[in-house]
């Protein structure tokens, strides 16, 4: 049995020794060429401005705010309106326990 599986494993790799092979070892081998994939990138542009002072700059336009607008114009907007009352209930301190 085990000479079966023997000749079975060489008839699979046959064709794989075959393609190891080469026709002609000595033919000539064109050079490999390397181009890098940044060889076209542009290099990054300095920001103008830091990570904390766009993030600031896109809470205030989400906010509807000027971009030009004061850190602290939120300090001098008017009050939000009071939201409807409802009416006071007594609070009877959890009689019945």
Do not use: I
């Not at 990570?51 to 009050?79: F, I, L, V």
């Amino acid at each position: 049995m085990k000479r079966y599986t023997l000749l079975l494993c060489a008839a699979a790799c046959a064709p794989a020794l075959a393609f190891a092979q080469a026709s002609n070892p000595g033919a000539p081998v064109p050079p490999l060429r390397y181009s890098s994939v940044f060889a076209d990138a542009a290099p990054a542009k300095e920001e103008e401005t830091t990570p904390d002072q766009r993030w600031q700059a896109a809470n205030r336009k989400a906010a509807g705010m000027d971009d030009k607008a004061s850190a602290h114009a939120h300090h001098h907007a008017a009050p939000a309106k009071p939201a409807k009352e409802e009416p006071k209930q007594e609070h009877h301190h959890h009689e019945g326990h």
